[in-house]
């Protein structure tokens, strides 16, 4: 390679950039620079890589692996003269192969998503980058280190990431198990330390803001949480919280104010569809006004059908004056299949109720994403609320409240009798308020 790149490291990334550990964690805030730093990372491996090593570029999801991690990598490699190969991402996600020239010859990258860890399974590598491992499974960064192992090279990995709470397998990974602190130092928002074989460095979105519009970080405190904002823009470790929608609060999220009022809104209707024993049928009615979602029914079913559960939604309506025409549906996108119990879909059975207007996404969101959402819909860090709560709906309180973490998985929910409707709201929260990209979509620098 004969090309020069000029690149204005900040100095949290020139640290990583001239470390020679075998092992470096980088907690960046978002916006502060992490894909530019990946994105020359791994292209100095390739540099070093002898013929034939491979590498991975890695991340949690495969829309967050094409949509931010290569898409930004492969811009930033185009703008800084690199030859690389496919010259564009193709449109649909899935595995993907990457070669860049360097030196005259080509190494390849196998871009793989973590939540498909397995099938990286059997692949040798002298390096890979993992980004944005908050979201990714402990087994997925397991199954990294298992395939780093060519000889050929020393073995380097890079993770970048937000940070996550102290329970997370990444504070265990990269704090309780970093090993003897050998040396540590501290810059302008930022912060370092290092072992014999790991070093660790945090940075605050406050170290790129030459690189961000001016009013970034304000608009950050109306899309997170308080906890959000620090995990994700002050690169802090949270302790680990009382449960999943910590952001839930009976004296300010409860309130006679979220009942319905004829004229004044959309009306909602959301679903999580069970049939069986502690697996209730889950749906919520909301009003949506000005920028806010009033809950104020619920319907939670024992053993029933959808078939009964519109008529019970029906009933409800009526009461107040609505058909289910004038309701817009939607939920968990698994009611879009047919399964052998049924030739027809739990949404063509509400439609044959009267419920037209679907607005049901094709997929469900990610887990985490959905808990993410929900929090920040109860109390962003700036103190809006955009989700209340009539205190007759007590299953749904029951369910904010007592909603946790199955004991040994990462975001999978115990399975209670109102966890289902917290799910089911969950679904509409997404659809209405959705999380922000999890990256600044600014120039290219």
């Known amino acids: ?27 960046c805030g978002v916006g502060s620079g992490k894909s530019h730093l990946g994105s020359l990372w791994t292209l100095q491996r390739c540099i070093e890589a002898p013929e034939g090593v491979k590498g991975i570029v890695a991340a ?37 192969n990457v070669e860049v ?17 397995e099938a990286i399974a059997g692949m040798e590598v002298g390096f890979y980058w993992e980004d944005e491992a908050w979201g990714a499974p402990e087994e997925g960064f397991a199954e990294l280190e298992k395939r780093n192992r060519d000889t050929r090279m020393p073995q380097r990995a890079l993770v970048t990431s937000w940070l996550d709470e102290m329970d997370s ?22 912060w370092w330390e290092e072992s014999d074989r ?13 690189h961000l519009p001016s009013d970034y970080v304000e608009k950050l405190t109306d899309s997170l949480t308080p906890r959000m904002f620090d995990r994700q823009v002050l690169s802090k470790w949270m302790a680990e919280g009382s449960g999943i929608y910590y952001g839930f609060s009976r004296e300010k999220s409860v309130t006679e104010a979220a009942d319905y009022e004829a004229g004044l809104g959309q009306v909602w ?4 569809f069970n049939i069986g024993e502690g697996k209730p049928m889950s749906w919520a009615l909301c009003q949506e006004r000005k920028g806010r979602l009033y809950q104020w029914a619920e319907i939670i079913l024992d053993t029933a059908d959808t078939n009964q559960a519109a008529e019970e939604v029906a009933a409800r309506l009526a009461d107040v004056g609505l058909s289910p025409a004038e309701v817009h549906v939607c939920g968990d996108a698994s009611g879009r299949a047919r399964d052998t119990r049924s030739k027809r879909t739990d949404y063509e059975i509400l439609r044959e109720h009267g419920f037209v207007h ?50 040994g998985a990462n975001y999978i929910e115990q399975e209670t009798t109102h966890q289902h409707i917290t799910t089911a709201l969950g679904y509409l929260i997404c659809r209405k308020f959705p999380m922000r990209p999890r990256v600044w979509s600014g120039k290219i620098w």
């Not at 030196?103 to 793989?112: A, E, H, I």
């Not at 397998?169 to 930022?190: C, H, L, P, S």
């Not at 790991?198 to 030459?210: G, M, P, S």
Request: aromatic share 12%.
């Open 358 to 407: 679907q607005d049901v996404p094709t997929k469900n969101p990610p887990i985490r994403e959905r808990h993410n959402a929900v929090n920040v819909a109860f109390c962003s860090k700036s103190g809006e609320r955009r989700y209340l709560i009539h205190p007759r709906c007590t299953g749904t309180i029951h369910g904010w409240l007592t909603t946790r973490i199955k004991k």
């Open 60 to 96: 949690n999801t495969y829309p967050q692996l094409y949509d931010s991690t290569l898409d930004r990598m492969l811009q930033n490699w185009q703008e800084w003269g690199v030859t690389f190969r496919p010259q564009t991402l193709p449109r649909s996600y899935g595995a993907l």
């Open 198 to 210: 790991k070093l660790a460095v945090y940075a605050t979105t406050h170290c790129n803001l030459k």
């Open 169 to 190: 397998w990444m504070y265990r990974r990269f704090v309780e198990n970093f090993g003897t602190i050998t040396a540590q130092g501290k810059g302008d928002n930022w």
């Open 269 to 272: 209707l959301t679903c999580d």
């Open 101 to 117: 020239c360097t030196g005259g010859k080509w190494t390849t990258l196998r871009c793989r998503s973590l939540s498909h860890y």
């Open 1 to 27: 390679m004969t090309a020069t790149i000029q690149f204005d490291a900040l100095p949290y990334q020139g640290k990583i950039i001239t470390s020679t550990k075998p092992m470096i964690f980088a907690g």
